[in-house]
């Protein structure tokens, strides 16, 4: 499975908004279509031509309805991969809304549990950290899709956090 979920993810970046409007990084990442997960259209020139843009509008807030998107993006970055293309997923920082896209794809076609999930896009990059109202709607989601839920929502003294950052945040000094 992680031999396979190696090669996926040579197909899905997950980049920030300075680097999806590069051109030079499209066209060297092989990129045939891009996922902008940002409020608005960005006002960069027009992506490289053959490739495919797709807007999500939505923004970073734990009460936007992140959730109303993940199965079609999940379809759309299947179907562009099983197609031969590669896929750039992103938003402002490349943090929040474009990981939670990410990690709901591998939950619905690669069979993952959201913990794993978690894992994976982390280690591809490490400063992924879905707002708390986003990883709310990935539990619910992991919840419809598998009938059980590998991550829980956990009191911590900076307020409530997906259990798979209790570890960090009790290393965490509050100034």
């Known amino acids: 499975m992680l031999a396979s979920l190696a090669n996926l993810m040579k197909r899905t970046h997950n980049l920030s908004c300075?680097?999806?409007?590069?051109?030079?990084?499209?066209?060297?990442?092989?990129?045939?279509c891009i996922i902008n997960v940002t409020e608005t259209k960005s006002s960069s020139p027009p992506p490289p031509p053959g490739v495919e843009y797709v807007h999500i509008p939505v923004s970073d807030?734990?009460?936007?309805?992140?959730?109303?998107?993940?199965?079609?993006v999940a379809d759309k970055i299947r179907s562009t991969a099983e197609g031969g293309g590669r896929v750039l997923v992103h938003c402002n920082a490349g943090v929040s809304r474009s990981a939670a896209l990410c990690m709901a794809y591998l939950m619905k076609h690669r069979g993952v549990t959201l913990m794993e999930a978690h894992g994976w896009v982390r280690s591809c990059r490490p400063i992924v950290r879905p707002n708390p109202g986003f990883w709310k709607q990935l539990i619910q989601y992991e919840a419809e899709l598998r009938g059980c839920n590998s991550v829980r929502m956990a009191p911590s003294s900076i307020g409530e956090i997906p259990d798979v950052y209790t570890e960090e945040a009790r290393n965490m000094v509050l100034l």
């Open 18 to 32: 300075k680097a999806a409007n590069d051109s030079s990084q499209v066209t060297g990442k092989r990129i045939t």
């Open 61 to 72: 807030t734990p009460l936007s309805p992140l959730r109303d998107h993940f199965s079609e």
